[in-house]
């Protein structure tokens, strides 16, 4: 049984910072892609960002381009989304997904990867509140 589990949410000022994590378990980590989404009150779910299986390959939305970073670390079946100079519009549940091995190249991220049906695997999500 795969579980995911997201942490690092919290208050922050605009202009902030915050690091979010997510562990993995039940699937070998290294050979999936990874992404975050996130979902506002009354919003549809958006993609934020998306990383191959090795980490070298990044996609990430033009809505954060330049401020977010998403990372891996294989070793410890972490993923990261480094968030810089949050701004009030960024509050948002965040949440960390990962593909089926069912699904179509699994470890790399498509075309598509902003859409949450590419995605099996979904953890309860964490609050980020950015505040004016």
């Known amino acids: 049984q795969v579980h995911v589990v997201e942490s690092g949410g919290g208050l922050v000022q605009a202009g902030g910072s915050l690091r979010l994590s997510c562990t993995v378990s039940?699937?070998?980590?290294?050979?999936?892609?990874m992404s975050w989404f996130r979902q506002a009150p009354g919003k549809e779910r958006e993609g934020v960002s998306c990383?191959?299986?090795?980490?070298?390959?990044?996609y990430t939305s033009d809505s954060v381009k330049g401020r977010f970073t998403i990372s891996r670390d294989n070793a410890k079946n972490t993923l990261y989304l480094q968030m810089n100079n949050l701004k009030p519009e960024d509050t948002a549940m965040y949440y960390c997904?990962?593909?089926?091995?069912?699904?179509?190249?699994?470890?790399?991220?498509?075309?598509?990867?902003?859409?949450?049906?590419?995605?099996?695997?979904w953890g309860q999500g964490t609050q980020v509140t950015v505040s004016s």
């Open positions: 039940g699937l070998t980590f290294d050979g999936y892609a």
């Open positions: 997904a990962a593909k089926s091995a069912a699904a179509r190249r699994y470890g790399y991220c498509l075309a598509s990867w902003n859409m949450p049906n590419e995605w099996a695997y």
């Open positions: 990383v191959s299986l090795s980490g070298e390959l990044t």
